[in-house]
Structure formats: structure tokens, C-alpha cells
């Protein structure tokens, strides 16, 4: 009964390949996220869906493409896998605060790790 | 870009001991403040939120101070378990990114 889950969970393929990372969470949520956490362990917004829909665009290349096919689901696809883009990609979830400007707190899912030879 | 700061350590503590970590933010309209733990390898997993009037969760107390902007975890008695990496959030006021600070290590030794 994982609540986010991912998939892979390791990801190793050559530079110039078109890869894609699954998430699913049962929690319910209505917002998903990537996250890119590098080397230096810093951890990166990419894309924020809420109810299947983009709120959240970082400056991210145009490689990268989130699909969102419905409330659970938020995928990741990666053209032209580049050697920059070795790191571990988290996804996460969490419940649009009902009033004001709050924010809930985020699950995260285990992690992809993605080396680019 | 607004930013969540945070000094990276490492902290290297014996067991027993009281440590605390702060961070700035930069965003005056953030309303939401979370500590999230990650250890080597694995997710974040929520600590604990920050509260205006603080709050305390058994060895650890989180304080927030909105004028100097900032927040601070303290972890009383360290145990070896508490060694980890502690990433804290500042996030909402008017934007739904939520803005990790890259995180403070943690090593608390026998």
C-alpha cells in the first residue's frame, strides 16, 4: 500500500535515448510534482500539476515533458538524455490547502535514480 | 528567485547532545514552513511543520520568527538514528512552489 511509487526505481541508459519515469500516488491528491535532486544533493523543482493540469513550469529544457493522464498519475519523459541529466528524480504529492495561500505537506516517492553514460 | 537558505554542515555531535539548525527565507509572503528529513539514498519524509507559535514534537522544537525570517529545529539528547540531512520549506503567499533550502547534514557520533 506504497502511497507515492515510482518506477524505475534505477535508470541506466545512453546519452541521446528518450527514457520515461512513472509515479502514482493513493493518497488522493490533487497536486503532483517532479523534483531533480543532483549531485550536491540540492533538491530542484521541475513540474507541479494540480487536477491534471500544469501550475508549475521551472526553467527546465524542453526535453523534459510531465503528462499528467489523470489525478493520480504525473509521468515524466525525457528526450535526448543528455550526461547533465544523471541525478535522482523524486516525484511527489500533496493536498492544495483549501484556504489562503497555505501549503500542505509534500509525500515523496522513493526516487529514480538516473545515470546517462 | 526567492530562495530558502540553510548552512550545509556537517554537524558532527556526540550522542546526548542539543544541536539546532536555522533558515533564512527570502520570500516576506511564505505562510507554510515544513523540516523534512532525508536520509543517504532515500525521499524526504516530513519531520515536522512550523507553526507561528512553534511547536514541539518529543526531542524536537521547531520556531518560527517571521520578522527576521527564519526558522530553527532543535534536537534535544541526539541519538545516533537522528544523523541525517534536515531540508527545511518555505512555501505558499501567493506562489505554489514550495522552495526546498539545500538542506543541513547531520552526523551524531557514539
Known amino acids: 500500500d506504497t502511497a507515492v511509487s515510482q518506477t524505475p526505481k534505477y535508470l541506466v541508459t545512453q546519452m541521446g535515448n528518450d527514457k520515461s519515469i512513472k509515479c502514482e500516488q493513493n493518497?488522493?491528491?490533487?497536486?503532483m510534482y517532479w523534483y531533480k535532486q543532483d549531485s550536491k544533493k540540492f533538491l530542484k523543482i521541475m513540474f507541479s500539476?494540480?487536477?491534471?493540469?500544469?501550475?508549475i513550469n521551472e526553467t527546465v529544457p524542453n526535453r523534459f515533458s510531465p503528462k499528467s493522464p489523470d489525478k493520480a498519475h504525473l509521468n515524466l519523459h525525457i528526450n535526448s538524455l543528455e550526461l547533465g541529466d544523471s541525478a535522482v528524480y523524486f516525484c511527489?504529492?500533496?493536498?492544495?490547502?483549501?484556504?489562503?495561500?497555505?501549503?500542505?505537506?509534500?509525500?515523496f516517492g522513493p526516487g529514480t535514480r538516473l545515470t546517462v553514460l | 528567485r526567492k530562495e530558502v537558505e540553510q548552512d550545509p554542515g556537517p554537524f558532527n555531535v556526540p550522542e546526548g547532545a542539543t544541536v539546532a539548525f536555522n533558515c533564512t527565507y527570502s520570500?516576506?509572503?511564505?505562510?507554510?514552513f515544513f523540516w523534512y528529513r532525508q536520509d543517504c539514498r532515500k525521499e524526504p519524509k516530513l519531520l515536522m511543520s512550523v507553526y507561528s507559535s512553534g511547536n514541539e514534537d518529543g526531542r524536537f522544537t521547531a520556531q518560527l520568527n517571521r520578522a527576521s525570517q527564519y526558522i530553527s529545529l532543535l534536537i534535544r539528547d541526539s541519538k545516533l538514528s537522528d544523523s541525517a540531512t534536515y531540508l527545511c520549506?518555505?512555501?505558499?503567499?501567493?506562489?505554489?512552489?514550495?522552495?526546498f533550502g539545500r538542506g543541513t547534514s547531520l552526523i551524531v557520533h557514539p
Open positions: 511527489a504529492s500533496s493536498q492544495k490547502s483549501s484556504g489562503g495561500a497555505g501549503y500542505n505537506e509534500q509525500f
Open positions: 520570500n516576506s509572503a511564505s505562510q507554510s
Open positions: 520549506v518555505a512555501a505558499g503567499g501567493g506562489s505554489y512552489i514550495p522552495t
Open positions: 493518497l488522493g491528491h490533487d497536486t
Open positions: 500539476y494540480n487536477n491534471k493540469e500544469l501550475i
